[in-house]
């Protein structure tokens, strides 16, 4: 791994097609794009001033790691084409463990998030009405109280800079029909579900996470973006784990944790985050990268 931050890409060679809040995309050709993991960090849809040395390329290695243990329920973006083959030896060097080649592929606007605890947004949801994204919850749950099952709360894409909006699943049928938003709730739980089931012998509960979809040539479903990294994910150590509480984490909740004590909008400009906070998120990066990976 680089010592150096990567906060921005450069690829002289390739077509920039996107900048996004983490990821640089470039185009390959017209079947197939790069994206390239840079170290930027965002929290509440806005990117910081500060990066995160190496959080590109571990979020590479879990996201990698899941689209593996997760390829026989359905089908990911991964291509086998090799990136020595499209960008300079010396870019290759720097950005191989954090990039990946990816087939092109029309997005689904939407964030396809599922709960198995009631927390974040979803708290705040329940506090206000007892329901998320439009689901009925049981009374009296307290915060990162346990649902009986997962549930499926969608929420808006968002463009870099504003915030995802948390949705009815009547919504997500509006935008893109009935067969493809069921195809997304059932396909989300279920990989929620497998990955939870992976993690809770070893240690860790996923509380929630967030998938994104797109279609292909032929209108089918395919995996795209990052999957159940701490970065769109909640990840908790079980043994510390207490209802009643927002738990001790393993994902940039800790850094959530601390801009709520700051006196923000959560608007552009972001604040500055402290190289501690900085380091200690970094820190848990790692600890969950090497609880699931062994």
Known sequence: MSDDP?????????????????RDIYAIDDAHMLIVTSD??????????????HKGELLTEVSNFWFAR?????????????LSDYVSAEDYQLLKAR?????????????????????????KDYQANGEICGIKLPPGLQQAARL???????SSKAEVGDHDINVTFADIVAKIGADKASQIRDISIKLYQLAADYARPRGIIIADTKFEFGVDENDE??????????DSSRYWPADEYRVGISPPSFDKQFVRDYLETLDWDKTPPAPPIPADIVARTQQKYRQVRDILLG
């Open 148 to 154: 009986a099952e997962p549930i499926f709360t969608p």
């Open 70 to 82: 997760t390829a026989g329920v359905v089908r990911n973006h991964l291509t086998d084409l090799d």
């Open 40 to 53: 930027r960090f965002s929290a509440f849809d806005v990117v910081f001033a500060e990066p995160m040395p």
């Open 99 to 123: 990039s990946i080649i990816v087939k092109r592929l029309k997005p689904l606007p939407v964030e396809a998030i599922v709960r198995g605890y009631v927390i974040g947004s979803g708290w």
């Open 221 to 230: 479903l395919v995996l795209i973006d990052e999957i159940l990294t701490p």
């Open 6 to 22: 990567i906060f921005e890409t450069n690829i002289e060679n390739l077509e920039l097609i996107a900048r996004g809040k983490v």
